[in-house]
């Protein structure tokens, strides 16, 4: 929420739903994540996800954003 101003509500990983992930959870591949906000915040968070920025934000900084 800090980084865009979505709320995640829920993740799906392969068959399982996580309602409500606590906020130390961390995102993996193939991940599907259900998010709240507004479209302006909603564009952000898929921005911010894209793997090809995450992949952008490691090879600068040297850890996960």
């Known amino acids: ?4 101003g979505v709320t995640l509500v829920a993740l799906k990983r392969g068959i399982d739903i996580i309602s409500h992930p606590a906020p130390s959870s961390r995102f993996k591949e193939g991940d599907i994540a259900y998010v709240i906000g507004s479209a302006e915040q909603i564009n952000q968070a898929i921005q911010f996800l ?16």
Request: charged residues 25%; proline residues 10%.
């Open 50 to 65: 894209n793997p090809e920025n995450l992949q952008l934000k490691l090879n600068k900084q040297g850890t996960p954003a």
């Open 1 to 4: 929420r800090n980084k865009t």
